[in-house]
Every structure is written in structure tokens, then in C-alpha cells.
């Protein structure tokens, strides 16, 4: 029996159709005559369910994932600069009025939602908080359970219980 090492047409296929991500994997598999499972094996890479090719399958989808992400994040990062020219524009109108009517403070209001959304944010507890880059998310909860249980120790003259690197991921309790 002899390995494949390349892949074939209906690959290529499929790593087209994942490329323009507007089509879902299951749509992808379909129409390349396969199951949703086997091309989540051929996009992890598993050998032993794919063969050979799911290395190479799994390289040029890693490309494609990449790819799509710069893409995302040039988009994101466009429309974020023209919603805040357009949001500086609204709030210089604004403030030349010397009262607000119902419909400018529903925009405002709208505007500012709209730019508290605009980067990813954490919430535990009472707390909030936003990030940019850096950790995981999973990483970003550890961490500020950490920093939580830090701070509700700082006024308590007990110190600060010790949290714990996995399980699940509740913070113990002090004991009395």
C-alpha cells in the first residue's frame, strides 16, 4: 500500500472553500463527498484517522487560519478608526448644542455602548475588565481570579488564600 504524500484535487477544494469562510465546515465536507468529522480530522492533523495528507491538509489550513485573522484584524481595526471619526464628528456637533433633545442622548448613549464594545473585556464578579492582546482567555480568568483573591486578601489581615493552577477553577475559601 502506498502513502500519500500530496494532496489531491478535492483537498485543495476544500481548502478553497474554508479560505472564503462565509461557508461552514459541514457545507465545506459536503461538497467534497465527506463527513464534518473527517475534515475536522483532516484540520487537526490526525494521522491515524487521515493518513499522510492530513499533515500537509493541516499546514496549508494553518496558512489559511492566519491568513483570515490578519484579514479580521485590518478589518476591525478599520472600522474601529472610522466609527471613532464618525463618533468625534457626532460628539463635536453635540457639544455645540446647549441642550440635548431625547434622540441625540439615545445616540450618545448608543455611541458609548457601541465603544465600550469595541474591545474584548473580562467581567468577574463586580469587577471589569479589557484587554488587547496577550493572554487567553482562559489565561485572562486564572489571572484575575488571582488578582480577586489578592485584593479581597489585602484588607483582611490573614493574607490571601492560595489559588489553585487548575481543577475548576473556583477560588477556595478562607477558612474562618
Not at 97 to 108: P, T, W
Not at 142 to 154: D, N, P, Q, T, Y
Request: include cysteine; hydrophobic fraction near 35%.
Amino acid at each position: 500500500m502506498s502513502k500519500k504524500t500530496q494532496l489531491s484535487e478535492k483537498h485543495w477544494q476544500a481548502l478553497k472553500l474554508l479560505e472564503g469562510s462565509e461557508v461552514m465546515r459541514k457545507d465545506v465536507a459536503k461538497a467534497c463527498g465527506w463527513t464534518p468529522n473527517h475534515l475536522d480530522q483532516l484540520c487537526s492533523g490526525n494521522i491515524e484517522k487521515c493518513g499522510n495528507t492530513a499533515t500537509l491538509f493541516k499546514m496549508e489550513y494553518l496558512k489559511i487560519a492566519v491568513k483570515n485573522a490578519e484579514e479580521t484584524k485590518l478589518l476591525v481595526k478599520e472600522n474601529v478608526k472610522a466609527a471613532q471619526s464618525l463618533i468625534k464628528r457626532v460628539l463635536a456637533e453635540f457639544s455645540q448644542k446647549k441642550k440635548l433633545d431625547k434622540e441625540d442622548k439615545k445616540l450618545l448613549s448608543m455611541y458609548t455602548n457601541a465603544l465600550s464594545k469595541c474591545q474584548p473585556n473580562v467581567s468577574i464578579g463586580k469587577l471589569s475588565y479589557s484587554y488587547t492582546k496577550g493572554l487567553t482567555p482562559e489565561e485572562l480568568i486564572h489571572e484575575f481570579k488571582r488578582l480577586k483573591a489578592i485584593s479581597e486578601g489585602s484588607s483582611d489581615s490573614r493574607g490571601v488564600s492560595e489559588t489553585l493552577t487548575a481543577g475548576s477553577g473556583e477560588l477556595s475559601e478562607v477558612d474562618e
